[in-house]
């Protein structure tokens, strides 16, 4: 299957992604994972892009395209993928196009997670995540069994950088510009499933599922 989730900042995407890629058996590619695996090994991509990130912009287009299109020709993309954060503008949904074209594959579905701004900030405000694996935990909705401490490698939680309020709102604002006109871009090309995220996060993974005709079982299997 190859999906794309859309979705603001914090609506919980990757999240969903992560789940996905376990149940289906496909690769989650999350961007934003990408720029913070080079930015934690100091390569010249990340430094570049850490510089766009701190201040919640979106990383230019002709940095973030050639590294999507490097992954989606991958081997262990030719049964599916999830696409987590790409496309964020018109320019790289077109250009993503391109790339499936040369590919000579097609998209199955988008899903669009939807959540109320106010929910999101609170939602970040209380996000960590494992420096490590990228593991993504909530202190109060998703916490990890030992305080602190990621639940598959051990090592210490952290927070994002851009998970600070003045930053979560100007996310906000350049996804509701840049990202969010991408829902019309792919209205007549692709099938688009729109999910209200739930506060209990099984049951926005109950919906999600469902859409896509998965069971929700499989799961437990994983
Ligand atoms: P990226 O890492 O992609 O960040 P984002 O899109 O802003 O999304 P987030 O990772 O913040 O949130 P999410 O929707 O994945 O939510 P999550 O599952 O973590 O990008 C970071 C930056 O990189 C961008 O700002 C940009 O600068 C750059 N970038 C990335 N891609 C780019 C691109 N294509 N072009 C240009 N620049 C790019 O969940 C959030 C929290 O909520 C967690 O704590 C989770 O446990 C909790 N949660 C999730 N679901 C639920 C639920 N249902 N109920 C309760 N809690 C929940």
Known sequence: ?????????????GTQATLLSKALSIPHISTGDMFRYHISNNTDLGMEAKQYIDKGMLVPDEITVGMVADRL???????GFVLDGFPRTIQQAKFLDKILKDLNIQLDMV????????EIIKRLSGRRICPQCSAVYHIEDKP???EGLCDNCGTGLVQRGDDKEETIIKRLQVYHSQSEPILEYYKDKVKIVNIESH??????????????GVDYKTLNAC
């Open 144 to 146: 990890p069994k030992n």
């Open 199 to 212: 506060k209990l996060l099984e049951v926005t993974t109950k919906r999600v599922f469902e859409a896509l």
């Open 73 to 79: 020709k991958q081997q262990d993309c030719r049964n």
């Open 1 to 13: 299957m190859r999906l794309i989730l859309l979705g603001a900042p914090g609506v919980g995407k």
């Open 111 to 118: 899903i669009n997670i939807t959540l109320d701004d106010r």
